[in-house]
């Protein structure tokens, strides 16, 4: 881990979403050095499967060496924030650095998006953001340190990155265009810039959306604290980039990342909007001029073979079947169908909700909780542990409708069925 200097004993940092997490984590980083910590959260009383609260929060900056001044604040509601912008400032004196991390996330594409959901990831990335920003300039002006850190991603506009989740997409990158925006119209007074991180990174919400197993393909939310704290120590003429969170540490002279994996020497999930997964290339290559637009639908090209195709799904399905057992359908309590392109394709079902779980060709009984459209060659590789499921989806070979956090616990599954494939 990066050694503590001290240099924000005595500052403020105001931190939305601090209740758990990433932004937890950040001000605990901070708190060591003696910095007084703003939670500007929601959370006042524990919940079930998302554990920790403001007050919960406070102990532990306390605990850390520093000040806590717990906050209840939607960063919906534009009068939380300004009433804790001001308590702060009457509490501390001023504020020397605002992280934008409060968040929501829906991976849905747009069919399944409801309005109420797309509402709320446009006013509390976007419009929170903006707001709480909006309130703690007057008082970063003052600051001799001045940063506004907002966790949010390099603005990258290929479309892989929008059509499958398009209102999500365009919520987060509002964030990012704050960033933009805010690093030109305030340059020399506030440093300005975003935080996101090259993989996924275990925290309770990962949990939730991921399932159980997911951990073991994170790193620790250590690395985002760290490289934002690299930030912190950064003039304020460091304005206007989209760090990631590995690269700024490298610079920083970290070269054992192992530290960070929560399973060291374990394969990590890529995160969303950086094209630097393994399909990459083949992406950037459809892209060129001229080329076949190969993630687009459209008939694949006939491809000799000498036994068909169904075959071979036909035997994935069999050894999946032979696979199955009352633990794995009672940790997965889900029914999932497939809808297969291709000369051979068509529909299959997995049911991992009822009795011992039963897999078989066309619809199943009840209705699906998750759909996954894909070629039959895809399915194949996916179940086989040649097609990482998280790649598939972001290069657009996988199409999911329906619950996403239940189609992502397949991928434990998959992992466990890998070698008999």
Same mark, same amino acid.
């Given at each position: 881990?990066l050694?503590?200097?001290?240099?924000l004993a005595?500052?403020?940092v105001?931190i939305t979403g601090?209740?758990r997490g990433?932004?937890?984590a950040?001000?605990?980083k901070?708190?060591? #050095?003696?910095a007084?910590i703003v939670?500007?959260a929601?959370?006042?009383?524990s919940?079930p499967?998302?554990?920790?609260?403001?007050?919960?929060?406070?102990?532990?900056?306390?605990?850390a060496?520093?000040r806590a001044?717990?906050?209840?604040? #939607?960063?919906?509601?534009e009068?939380?924030?300004n #009433?804790?912008?001001e @308590?702060?400032v009457?509490?501390?004196?001023?504020?020397?650095?605002?992280?934008?991390n409060a968040?929501?996330?829906?991976?849905?594409?747009t069919?399944?998006?409801?309005t109420?959901?797309?509402?709320?990831?446009?006013?509390?990335n976007?419009?929170?953001?903006y707001?709480?920003?909006?309130?703690c %300039?007057?008082?970063?002006?003052?600051s001799?340190?001045a940063?506004?850190?907002?966790?949010?991603?390099?603005?990258?506009?290929?479309?892989?990155w929008?059509?499958?989740?398009?209102?999500?997409? %365009?919520?987060?990158?509002?964030m990012?265009?704050c960033v933009?925006?805010m690093a030109?119209?305030?340059?020399?007074e506030?440093a300005?810039n975003?935080l996101?991180?090259?993989t996924?990174?275990h925290?309770a919400?990962m949990d939730?959306?991921?399932?159980?197993g997911?951990?073991?393909?994170?790193? @620790?939310v250590?690395?985002i604290?760290?490289?934002?704290?690299?930030?912190?120590?950064?003039?304020?003429?460091?304005?206007?980039?989209?760090v990631?969170?590995?690269?700024?540490?490298k610079?920083?002279?970290?070269?054992?990342?192992?530290i960070?994996?929560?399973?060291?020497?374990?394969?990590?999930l890529?995160?969303f909007?950086? #094209?630097?997964?393994p399909?990459?290339?083949?992406?950037?290559q459809?892209?060129?001029p001229?080329?076949?637009p190969?993630?687009?639908?459209e008939?694949?090209?006939?491809?000799?073979?000498?036994?068909?195709h169904?075959?071979?799904?036909?035997?994935t399905?069999?050894?999946?079947?032979?696979?199955?057992?009352?633990?794995?359908?009672k940790?997965?309590?889900? %029914?999932?169908?497939?809808?297969?392109?291709?000369e051979?394709?068509?529909?299959?079902?997995?049911?991992l909700?009822n009795r011992?779980g039963?897999?078989g060709?066309?619809e199943p009984?009840d209705?699906?909780?998750v759909?996954?459209?894909?070629?039959?060659?895809?399915f194949v590789?996916m179940?086989?542990g040649?097609?990482?499921?998280t790649?598939?989806?972001?290069?657009?070979k996988?199409?999911?409708?329906g619950?996403?956090a239940?189609?992502i616990?397949?991928?434990?599954?998959?992992n466990?069925?890998?070698?008999?494939?």
């Amino acid at each position: 881990m990066l050694p503590n200097t001290g240099k924000l004993a005595g500052c403020t940092v105001f931190i939305t979403g601090a209740s758990r997490g990433i932004g937890k984590a950040i001000a605990l980083k901070a708190a060591k #050095d003696g910095a007084n910590i703003v939670i500007a959260a929601k959370t006042t009383q524990s919940h079930p499967k998302l554990s920790g609260t403001i007050y919960t929060a406070a102990e532990e900056i306390e605990a850390a060496g520093g000040r806590a001044l717990p906050c209840v604040v #939607d960063v919906r509601d534009e009068q939380q924030i300004n #009433d804790a912008v001001e @308590k702060a400032v009457e509490k501390f004196g001023g504020i020397d650095i605002l992280v934008n991390n409060a968040s929501a996330i829906s991976l849905t594409n747009t069919l399944e998006t409801p309005t109420k959901r797309v509402d709320l990831m446009m006013s509390v990335n976007t419009r929170g953001t903006y707001l709480t920003s909006k309130a703690c %300039i007057p008082f970063l002006k003052k600051s001799k340190i001045a940063h506004i850190l907002n966790l949010s991603p390099p603005l990258n506009l290929n479309p892989m990155w929008f059509k499958q989740h398009c209102a999500y997409t %365009i919520a987060k990158y509002g964030m990012s265009m704050c960033v933009l925006g805010m690093a030109e119209e305030f340059r020399g007074e506030i440093a300005v810039n975003a935080l996101w991180p090259r993989t996924a990174i275990h925290t309770a919400a990962m949990d939730m959306l991921g399932g159980s197993g997911v951990e073991s393909q994170c790193r @620790k939310v250590d690395i985002i604290a760290d490289a934002a704290y690299s930030i912190f120590k950064k003039p304020k003429s460091f304005t206007g980039n989209f760090v990631i969170d590995e690269n700024i540490l490298k610079e920083e002279g970290i070269k054992n990342f192992d530290i960070y994996a929560v399973k060291p020497g374990q394969p990590l999930l890529p995160d969303f909007f950086l #094209d630097e997964h393994p399909d990459v290339a083949v992406i950037k290559q459809m892209e060129s001029p001229g080329a076949i637009p190969e993630f687009k639908e459209e008939k694949p090209q006939p491809q000799p073979q000498s036994k068909p195709h169904y075959g071979a799904v036909e035997e994935t399905f069999r050894i999946v079947k032979d696979s199955l057992s009352d633990d794995v359908v009672k940790a997965t309590q889900a %029914i999932y169908q497939f809808e297969l392109s291709g000369e051979d394709g068509g529909t299959w079902f997995l049911d991992l909700k009822n009795r011992g779980g039963t897999v078989g060709h066309g619809e199943p009984s009840d209705r699906a909780d998750v759909v996954m459209s894909m070629s039959t060659d895809d399915f194949v590789k996916m179940f086989s542990g040649k097609l990482k499921p998280t790649v598939a989806f972001m290069s657009g070979k996988l199409k999911i409708k329906g619950n996403m956090a239940l189609a992502i616990k397949l991928e434990k599954l998959m992992n466990q069925m890998n070698s008999r494939l």
